[in-house]
């Protein structure tokens, strides 16, 4: 008969990640394998097996919610201000998504696909747009410039939108490639500048 340490040890939680998340399913079994390992039940009348198996499924449940929680890895973290870039078009075409531009009564066609998101960026700092506006630079992980500089190469001459919390804030009609950074421009006081540049970089 196998016992729970066993059982615990050959555990895989994350086996049907699609994502293939190898570090945090390491780390997961690493935990849930030395908590088996070094628990220890108190003396006197040995409790009922259900609660045993209870109390170790329990701890396999916390480990692998915990690790989730305090990972890095892509799709793992809810970041503060979701970022996105979509290619897009002006004019309708089937399967494209309908978005405003800002607060204008500009329309444009978003595919659905992103071509890179909070993942996607190594570091976003503030910079000074005027007197009273601000915007966000945003430089890219090299997997990411590259994605965007293959999308980009073939979409010359129509829009690039930029989210923010599911809102496109820009909408600039690609003039070259572009690869490696994006600036986010817009009415933005430094506090919402700020707030953008700290809550898309949350990893």
Request: glycine share 8%; proline share 6%.
């Amino acid at each position: 008969m196998k016992v729970v340490s066993n059982l615990l040890r050959y555990a895989d939680p994350l086996g049907d990640d699609l994502r293939h998340l190898d570090d945090a399913r390491d780390r997961i079994r690493q935990t849930v394998v030395a908590a088996a390992a070094v628990a220890t039940l108190p003396t006197g009348p040995r409790p009922p097996r259900r609660i045993v198996l209870g109390a170790a499924a329990a701890l396999a449940v916390l480990a692998v919610v915990g690790i989730l929680v305090g990972s890095g890895g892509r799709g793992t973290v809810q970041a503060a201000v979701r970022f996105e870039v979509r290619l897009a078009e002006l004019r309708p075409v089937p399967g494209l998504i309908v978005a405003q531009v800002g607060t204008s009564r500009d329309v444009i066609y978003l595919h659905p696909e992103m071509v890179v998101t909070n993942d996607d960026i190594a570091q976003s700092s503030v910079l000074p747009d005027g007197p009273e506006h601000f915007s966000v630079s945003v430089e890219f992980l090299p997997a990411g410039a590259q994605r965007l500089q293959q999308a980009t190469a073939t979409h010359l001459g129509r829009p690039l939108a930029i989210l923010i919390d599911g809102e496109v804030v820009m909408a600039p009609v690609l003039r070259s490639v572009v690869s490696n950074s994006a600036l986010i421009t817009g009415t933005f006081t430094r506090a919402d500048a700020e707030r953008i540049a700290d809550g898309i970089g949350t990893r």
